[in-house]
């Protein structure tokens, strides 16, 4: 199988209790049927306080939240409590693999890790210039695939690094280079790109627009459901939204940096999903609504504090990728073109 992830895949190391935000709290932690069964064997005293915890539903087995949302097993010193106790290695899947996930399409596995964590965050955004991606093989064989289903992967490949290497480019602003994408992607359709523009009405949504798009979602934490308060109240003010060409102006090295970054994020993670929704318009509805939501959240945190710094960056984009890359709904509004 060939195996392909971004170079920073290697660095990360979970910071643990001196993390700014516990990925410990907000989600129900999924308990794989290995450790659940193994869960139910630990005797003891830690082994009553497993069992009394493990939830299970339609044959799956869960923890679920206990107060102030957070994990049961997650402590005052927003430590771990099973592997405290009965060590790393019995962690359940979800615990070990996040912030990490995987997707495999027939010999390909694309790896990755989520900006919903604030330590990947800040690797992300102050350790990597370009991102560099290494490919490696291993001995594992991937499901078999059609000869058409293998051509569309290998196409789709081709078109995502395209993609990533123009939002690389030094020479230009994180728009232009945006629109480079979307011609790039229209030519591959066998379209003229002013032609499929027009065709593209996530193009021409407003702010109000995308925050009820994200109203329209369960909210994972009363710190968001604060937030998009906030949101929807500058959304729907023309004097606030005046000020977009002033933070517009005063930013823009930055956010040109920030927001091409993001997108090269976003590409990697998401136009292979065209192996399977079978539209890259999806995808590239995705990455649109998805830069532009978290443009608009940087906005709403210089509205609130008169400057922002590559901080508030990694806050946003965890804060957004946390409510929404972790839920297949949500990823599913997202996406969709209607």
């Known amino acids: 199988m060939i195996i392909e992830y971004p170079e920073y895949f290697e660095r990360f190391r979970c910071i643990g209790g001196a993390c700014p935000d516990t990925c410990c709290a907000g989600w129900e932690v999924d308990v794989d049927p290995d450790s659940a ?17 493990i939830c299970e539903e339609n044959g799956e087995c869960y923890f679920p939240l206990a107060e102030k949302r957070r994990c049961p097993f997650l402590n005052d010193k927003n430590l771990c409590d099973i592997y405290s106790n009965i060590g790393e290695e019995s962690l ?19 790896m990755d890790m989520s900006l919903s964590c604030m330590e990947l965050g800040r690797i992300f955004y102050t350790e990597t210039d ?6 490696s093989e291993n ?64 193009l021409k ?3 109000s627009d995308l925050t009820g798009l994200l109203e329209s979602m369960d ?14 109240k500058i ?25 091409s970054k993001t997108a090269v994020y976003f590409i990697f993670r998401y136009l292979i999903d065209t192996c399977i929704d079978g539209d890259i318009e999806t995808e590239l509805c995705l990455i649109h609504r998805s830069l532009k939501l978290i443009f608009f959240m940087l906005f709403a945190e210089w509205i609130s504090k008169g400057s922002v710094n590559v901080s ?27």
């Open 130 to 135: 370009k991102i560099d991606y290494i490919r």
């Open 205 to 207: 949504e407003d702010y």
């Open 235 to 259: 959304a729907g003010s023309q004097t606030e939204l005046a000020k977009l060409e002033a933070f517009t102006s005063e930013n823009k090295e930055a956010l040109d940096l920030w927001m």
């Open 219 to 232: 909210s994972i934490s009363d710190e968001w459901s604060e937030k998009l308060g906030f949101y929807k």
């Open 139 to 202: 001995d594992v064989d991937g499901d078999a695939l059609s000869p058409d289903d293998q051509e569309t992967l290998i196409e789709v490949l081709a078109l995502r690094n395209q993609c990533i290497a123009i939002m690389q480019e030094d020479s230009e602003s994180s728009l232009n280079k945006m629109e480079k994408v979307r011609g790039l992607i229209s030519e591959a359709q066998g379209e003229e790109p002013e032609e499929k523009d027009n065709s593209r009405n996530f």
């Open 37 to 53: 069964e193994y869960y139910k064997s630990v005797k003891g005293e830690f082994g009553d306080r497993l069992r009394k915890h």
């Open 92 to 110: 359940c899947q979800t615990c070990t693999e996040y912030p990490r996930y995987f997707m495999d399409i027939g010999n390909y596995e694309q």
């Open 312 to 338: 508030d960056m990694i806050y946003v984009s965890h804060l957004y990728s946390k409510q929404v890359e972790h839920d297949d709904s949500n990823v599913a509004k997202i996406k969709n073109l209607c």
